[in-house]
């Protein structure tokens, strides 16, 4: 089989040719450096301004209807939290509750030492005041 194209029969359309164009955006691993950055000019070459109305309020009309569907948009996302907020608060109020377990736990870790009482004890049995002092503090 060829690997040349082959024309269409006379009868199947219009065939446009289409022909691929080197835009030299590629960098060649055996270049240094690419020759120059390629750029591609998409603007027709008039200026492009946007109005300084814009479309949706330059007739009273529109400007009503746009309000209309701003006061929508709003109304429906104050209405969805507004029902959801009570659950929101319990969220909320659980999230506190756990927040002073954890610190009322690690307060009373740091600040409490297990067995201290009993070596004061065995100090003030021994009669070693000093150490049943040092350790008290």
């Known amino acids: 089989m ?24 590629e960098v060649r691993l055996g270049e240094a ?5 390629s750029y ?7 200026a492009q301004r946007r109005p300084i109305i814009p479309e949706h309020w330059r007739t009273w009309e529109n400007a ?4 209309r569907l ?6 429906h996302r104050a209405a969805y939290h507004g029902v959801r907020s009570p659950a929101y608060f319990a969220r909320a109020l659980g999230f506190a509750g756990w927040g ?17 009482t009993r070596l004061e004890w ?8 000093n150490e049943h002092l040092r350790l008290h503090k």
Do not use: C, F, Q
């Open 122 to 129: 065995e100090a003030a049995a021994n009669g070693l005041l």
């Open 40 to 46: 591609v000019d998409l603007t027709g070459g008039e």
């Open 2 to 25: 060829s690997s040349e194209p082959t024309d269409p029969p006379a009868d199947s359309g219009t065939v446009v040719p289409l022909r691929a164009v080197d835009a030299h955006t």
């Open 33 to 37: 450096k690419p020759t120059a950055p």
């Open 70 to 75: 701003a006061a929508a948009r709003h109304g």
């Open 100 to 116: 002073i377990i954890v610190t009322a736990k690690r307060l009373i870790a740091w600040w409490h030492i297990p067995g201290t």
């Open 64 to 67: 009503k209807r746009h309000i």
